[in-house]
């Protein structure tokens, strides 16, 4: 017997599509406790330190940074967060990322201060925490500055150390396709 090849190309078809999708779009997620649903992106950003920063000591484990977008969607109502990790090595004591003025992000137009804020709670947070003695903490993010980091042809953190001193992270990837791509696959568009 003779199977139809119409139908078979069609599934090969719709079977090679599903393949094919961009591993940057971001994780749409409904949590229905609080009826809030949360666009983040698939993995978030891994920074790491820059050059001048960098601590080439044997057996010296490297601080690393993580960042990435989050939109929430409550009914309608968009807010936007970002996410940043700190995952602590024994190079260099990290600072409380909490503390006011802890965080800044290094964007083309120059530095932009981070401002804490308190995320909602969800029974699945929007990202995984590296590592599990690190600092978790959300800070105000809006469209405007979400199109400015996309935009920006560098894109750095800024952290302040224990000792009063700055580590900066730059990013391990091309953070400008990865937030462009973001902010095309959440539907915030150039108007």
Same mark, same amino acid.
């Given at each position: ?19 094919? /999708? ?39 484990? *490297? ?29 260099? /004591? ?40 690190? /600092? *978790? ?42 937030? *462009? ?11």
């Amino acid at each position: 017997m003779r199977v139809p090849q119409i139908p078979v190309m069609l599934l090969v078809v719709l079977m090679a599509g599903c393949a094919s /999708q961009s591993s940057t779009k971001p994780v749409e997620v409904l949590d229905e406790r609080t009826a809030l649903t949360f666009g983040a992106l698939k993995e978030p950003i891994e920074l790491l330190p820059s050059a001048q920063n960098a601590v080439l000591i044997l057996r010296k484990r *490297t601080t690393f940074a993580y960042l990435g977008p989050v939109e929430w969607n409550r009914s309608g109502a968009l807010s936007y967060g970002l996410w940043i990790h700190i995952a602590p090595g024994n190079d260099r /004591q990290t600072g409380d990322i909490h503390a006011s003025a802890a965080a800044a992000l290094i964007l083309d137009d120059g530095p932009l201060e981070l401002s804490l804020i308190e995320a909602p709670k969800l029974g699945r947070e929007p990202y995984r925490p590296v590592a599990s003695w690190g /600092q *978790t903490a959300y800070f105000d993010l809006d469209v405007g500055t979400l199109r400015r980091m996309a935009a920006s042809s560098k894109l750095g953190l800024e952290v302040r150390a224990a000792d009063g001193s700055t580590a900066s992270f730059i990013p391990t990837v091309d953070t400008r396709a990865v937030l *462009t791509q973001y902010l095309k696959d959440r539907g915030i568009t150039g108007d």
